[in-house]
């Protein structure tokens, strides 16, 4: 099952629509699929910490399975898994010398290379005994930052104790030194919160009764914690060390030990096979696959008293459920089948309840401490009583699209600072005490299409600082919107797809009441306004930076921008009737303006002196006259905020793009998306194929500077790669990789010619002096190019942007 499932992994993330969907039943399927579909390319694969053959006979037992010059790169600590590799083939990590070594250490003790000489001499010894190994240095070094001379000697007499290399037992000594929580916490997420995202292990924790952010905080100081992209991670040794200690609570019986996770001893403990779980279990996670169809009683908890994080998702249990721990703080049961919790769940002590997925039509408890509910059921169709619930913070009802009734008790949690009932198609209208909740800062309840108004008394929620209400069937906001004093974003509109459809007939019509200046974001889209409809004031909002006006009908905007000096992105797709835009210039922070498929846009005030604008997409603005000047691409100011500038047009007419690449030769780089599939005649550089090369002239240095050149790519986007980009290589440079910034711009269009001007300024791709005479190289491996061409851009003793053939 395990190779089965890297299998599925390593298909999956070859590329996103190489194997989309594609799951393998059996082995010998899954390496007919590699060698069908990886046969004839080059790829890297990288196989870490492989622990049994049968991993690599799976995936790799025949190099002919992939392409010429594809690279495997295979990690394991059992070297005996790599016999059938040459020689030549495998590497063995060697441990580090006495200086590197001493450097290592250095860094990490002292946050220098020059210790005091006081402590040298200990380090060494220090160093001589952690077997210079590279993560004991590090581990130790960090555990004795700050350290006195006296505490290090302490330190050393435990290190002494521990047989030569022993490296878990090295590690230990970090662990020994903390405290009882950080213990604890660390131990938590060895076992069963490893890769969780950050604010997860901290809600987990903290429901637990713990301070978890300063202990996290300890744990990644001293590198037996790390941040990963997805989540907090360890190193592989450091999370066994963890184990380990777990293990040997009772290395014979699993269920006297205070955290229950591998998933066969889980099984075997919950099944009976094993002596059943005690009183010293404190975390059970349950792997849903090891106990697929298994229907399990309650009784298999009954002896769990001090349980306090249960994560039984898509589990089957039935039984007396008041057999469960009276101390249950977090439980996380997600798919869970059952219609309706009993009343006897023991929910005195519950912190957060996450029941996403589940089939209830009825919630019974009395969660009298309960902090959150997360997603209770995609069919509950009324909420429950939440006289019993003065403790919830955050409740998250977003999903549950056969809610009808919001219970009006909610307006008794005064407490709550989060509420989600986002995409609650059915939800007809919010109780009238919601506006008692004091507490709340968060309101979420867009792509609610049935609800239709919103309370009058919704300015009586001091707290509220986001009102998400977009995609809702709202046509008016009530005057006291006006006393929300601490809104900073505001969202309201009607439904995208059928304001595209008919325009009329839908929206917030006249926003009469002042809007408030500190609102950080606005977005009013495919609200049908006119030009009488559009707020005034939004024009004083000086502290917005984030204004979304799509899919509306008006023909200009009523206000300047001149006091929306903050203003950082302006959202004007769909908007068909607009026809001119008032000047953006002068605002130092704008960096992102959208005007997709406003067709009879014909005018934008010059777009000189925004020193930071980095996006401009015009899409289908086929009426669009050239908004552009020489300052826009030239100006060195440009430069002092950003290194790139992007314009991304699927309209703009050849005439314009060639008048807007002579403007900016001197600086870049440029992105231009062209809705046809030719590349210009007066390209001279072009072909027919891939990839395409090319020898630059050779040249006298006095006559011609060399200034960048102008790539057209027409490419067919039909299968990308994630991430994708294109290559380009200099003579003997390595080659640079150009990502497609703008690929998301693309949708529904497969064939488009993409026109790229990179400035010979540009270290980044070029890093030496051009003379003349280098071999060019542009290829793609990620998306399917048919034609290139390059134009190569020179400067003449004239001052004259000349192109060279």
Known sequence: MLDQKLKNLVLSSYKRNFFE????????????????????????????????KNQLESLTRERSWFGSGSLIIITTRDKRLLFRLGEKERYEAE???????MLLFFGHAFDSHFPPEDYVNLARDIIKYSGRLPLALVTLGSHLQGSSIEEWGYEFEKLRAIPHCDIQKILKISFDGLDDETQTIFLDIACAFYGFREDKVTEILNACGFHARSPIATLLQKHLLQRCWHGLVMHDLVRDMGREIVRMESARHPGKRSRLYIPQEVRDVLQGNELQGSENVEVLKVDPETLKGVNLSTKAFEQLKNLRVLIINELHISGDFGLLSKKLKWLSWQNCPLRYIPSNFPSENLVVLDMRGSNMKEFRLNLQFCRSLKKLSEQLRRTPNFNGSRSLETLLLGGCSSLIEIHPSIGNLDRLIKLDMSHCEKLRDLPSSICQLISLEELFIHHCSSIKTLPKNLGDMKSLTFLYADNTGIKKLPRSIEMLRNLVTLRVGGQELEAKMSISGRGVHRIQYSLLTFVIELSLRYCNLSDADIPRDVGSLSSLKFLDLSGNSFHCLPFDFSKLRVLKKLCLNDCENLQTLPSVSNLENFGHLELQNCQQLVKITQLDNLPSVRLINMNNCSSLQNPFNEGFFSAPAVYAYRKDRYMVSLSLSLSLILMILSLCPMQGPLEIYLECKEIPEWCSNQVTASSMCLTMLTHNNNEYNFLGMVLWLVCDFLDVAPFPSFRISIAHIEPSSIPWNNIGIVDGHRELTCVYYISYLSELYYGEMIKGGERIEVWSEDVAVKKIGINLLYLDQNGKVISLP
């Open 21 to 52: 969907g594609i799951k393998v039943g059996s082995v010998a399927q899954g390496i007919n699929l590699i060698k069908a579909r990886l046969g004839s390319k080059k790829v890297l694969i990288v196989l870490d910490d492989v622990d049994h």
């Open 95 to 101: 441990l580090l010398n006495v200086n590197e070594a």
